[in-house]
């Protein structure tokens, strides 16, 4: 079955760093990815929709300039968290359907649970 | 505005037992709805997605069906076992690629 690889599952650091968070496609093609971030006993929010080879869609609230996001292929999805601060501690989580097509399941990676201090 | 409530909770059952997982959305002018398995700290799995068109999907022990017009959708495990304990997710898309999350029902099965 389709799989979604994302790496790497855990991320300590101090505040002010920059950490980058991988999404890969091991065996499909994923023109579009989607990014997700979950608060402690909360839902899943979407942040921002990936698409290959173009600028990425944010939702509202979500500030691009500190979510950067690039597909640059259509296997991988990276999110990069710039100057991260203790309020972006959560866990992200991306996801993938097949072929870009969102009627087939959606895929989701094991997630990456971010921790600044 | 687009919301989707899974109820109960948290939920604690015998081993063997059949049980109903709840899920209610706003809008009934869905495109499609998906169940998701998420163990502590991990992922999501999939483990039904029921079009629009569709009133139920089965897979194995799992059942999901889907009433539009009532804004609900449900999970129906059979024969409940140890392993099923986890926190399970609804997500309904409306238009766009966005899936909106129930908050979840957090599953326990004693033995």
């Known amino acids: 079955g389709a799989v979604v690889s994302q790496h790497p599952s855990w991320v300590i650091c101090k505040s002010g760093t920059s950490v980058k968070i991988e999404c890969r496609s091991l065996?499909?093609?994923?023109?579009?990815m989607f990014w997700y971030r979950q608060f402690p006993k909360q839902s899943l929010m979407l942040m921002a929709t990936s698409n290959e080879g173009s600028k990425a869609t944010y939702e509202q609230g979500v500030e691009k300039d500190k979510f950067l996001i690039n597909h640059a292929s259509l296997t991988l999805s990276t999110l990069t968290v710039t100057s991260a601060h203790p309020e972006d501690s959560s866990f992200y989580i991306c996801?993938?359907?097949?072929?870009?097509?969102?009627?087939?399941?959606?895929?989701f990676g094991d997630g990456t649970r971010l921790s600044i201090l | 505005k687009q919301e989707v409530t899974q109820i109960p909770a948290a939920l604690s059952v015998p081993e063997g037992e059949n049980l109903v997982l709840n899920c209610s959305f706003t809008?009934?002018?869905?495109?499609?709805l998906q169940w998701f398995r998420q163990d502590p700290g991990k992922g999501l799995t999939s483990l039904l997605l029921i079009q629009s068109s569709q009133r139920e999907q089965t897979s194995g022990r799992l059942n999901a069906s889907l009433d539009k017009s009532s804004g609900r959708s449900t999970l129906y495990i059979a024969a409940s076992q140890p392993g099923d304990s986890a926190t399970y997710l609804c997500?309904?898309?409306?238009?766009?690629?966005?899936?909106?999350f129930g908050t979840g029902t957090s599953l326990t099965v004693i033995p």
């Open positions: 809008d009934s002018a869905i495109y499609n």
């Open positions: 997500a309904v898309r409306w238009t766009g690629n966005q899936f909106y």
């Open positions: 996801s993938a359907p097949p072929g870009g097509s969102t009627d087939q399941p959606q895929h």
């Open positions: 065996d499909f093609q994923a023109t579009t």
